[in-house]
């Protein structure tokens, strides 16, 4: 039973492309895309029930491939399911794409800061106090000169 | 002639020539005395900075002329301001080449060592509104305000004669939160008026500071304000003051080296002995909060020694 369900599934993945190898977001995958842990998963449990194989592809064996004569509900139920999942599956990676999407605008934005050490920023703050105190000394002389007319 | 009468004679000639406001700029790539041209009329101010860049602050009102003579990938102005104005800011005249790498972007605070003042739990605004920037599309932003009283803008030129004029305008503010001291002496009281909120003032020198006056949770009307809990600091309070110790100028990454959450009348000193002293006022909302203090610097041998094969990072205070 429980390698008819195995092959059902395998079968079922077989038919669907297989992720995507390059790093980034995707503009807009062609299907729906499994997470790889869960193909690893079910190749892994593939693999370890024929006893062998590696985890290179879900479909590893395809002379294996069994062909029921008919579907059991049990087996419709767990398709049903796992078509289920795909979709939620699915929805979840487009929302994180869509949120890296932002970040990655917002991350653009090198974080721009200063190396400054704090002697320098008094130093330069001295500066600008100077340039303060002689600018508003001038214009109190100036206020004074035109009292004094 | 001189030297140094040429060289007065050379800045003046300076000075005549800027067509509009101060063309100015500190530009350094090996240690050189820089003489501001404004001052050499009054006094002769020559300082010598170090630093790969170009640097400059503004203490004052006007318009401030940045002319590229060769690229200038990491420049940066800080301005300041009364400790009770806000910052205007305003580009016009502006010529750089945005698709080519150019930016000029004003931050609201400083930013040192990729620490920000106000920090982030300060500040009203989410980080990415407090950057303007002048190349974003699809509204380039030439205009900018500061919530307290320092400001800044970060710019890179890379094309010879780029440049953009910066129109700095102080604008009063009756609360000020969030200061930045511009002298390492004097006395502050900081209000905050039934406001949520928290306000630092930081001093950027290793000071002693005085708490002269402390009134805190004075209730809305005349009902008995419930007994108030001993907590263990006051953190569990609503209302208090810290003051903390540093290194930076983010003051979520600063040492509380001392809190009050009760209403004082007297005298509380304390000296810190960090790069960076702050007084932080931390208000529920429910009441008017307000702390006098003073502060002066300390003298050098008031300054804590360093002690030996010590592992300590944090700057004493006593």
Sequence with gaps: MKLNFSLWLVALLGVLPPPSAHCGPTVAPAGPRLPRPLLLRLGEEFSLRLGGGGLSSPVAAPDLFISSSSSSSGVNQALLQLTQRLLQVEQQQQEEEVVEEEKGKRSEEPPISLDLTFHLLREVLQMARAEQMAQQADSNRRMMDSFGK | ?318
């Design chain 2, 1 to 318: 002639m001189s030297l140094a009468l040429r060289a007065q004679l050379l800045l003046f000639l300076i000075s005549l020539s800027s067509r509009m406001g101060l063309s100015r700029y500190i530009e350094v790539r090996s240690r050189f005395c820089f003489v501001n041209p404004f001052t050499v009329m009054v006094m002769c101010v020559c300082v010598c900075v170090w630093f790969v860049g170009c640097l400059d602050m503004l203490a004052t009102d006007g318009f401030f002329t940045f002319v590229a003579s060769r690229p200038q990938l990491a420049c940066a102005s800080f301005i300041i301001a009364e400790p009770s104005e806000v910052i205007s800011l305003e580009l016009s005249d502006v010529s750089i080449d945005c698709s080519a790498g150019d930016f000029i972007k004003m931050f609201d605070g400083w930013v040192l060592k990729g620490e920000k003042f106000p920090s982030s739990r300060d500040h009203q605004l989410p980080l990415h509104q407090r950057y303007t920037d002048y190349c974003s599309s699809p509204a380039p932003g030439s205009t900018s305000r500061s919530s307290q009283n320092v400001a800044m803008i970060f710019f890179r030129i890379q094309s010879p004669d780029s440049r953009f004029t910066l129109a700095v305008k102080k604008l009063h503010n009756p609360f000020p939160c969030n200061i930045m001291s511009q002298s390492p002496e004097g006395s502050f009281t900081m209000v905050i008026p039934h406001q949520r909120r928290n306000c630092s003032f930081s001093i950027i020198y290793p000071v002693e500071i005085r708490l002269t006056e402390l009134s805190l949770g004075q209730a809305k009307s005349n009902e008995l304000s419930p007994q108030r809990q001993v907590w263990s600091g006051c953190s569990g309070s609503g209302d208090y003051v810290e003051l903390l110790g540093g290194n930076g100028v983010d003051t979520s990454k600063m040492f509380p080296v001392a809190d009050l959450c009760f209403s004082l009348s007297g005298l509380a000193q304390m000296k810190i002995g960090c790069d960076n002293s702050v007084v932080r006022l931390v208000s529920s909302g429910n009441y008017i909060n307000r702390v006098s203090f003073q502060y002066r610097l300390l003298e050098h041998n008031e300054l804590p020694k360093t002690r030996e094969n010590s592992l300590d990072n944090f700057c004493s205070v006593e």
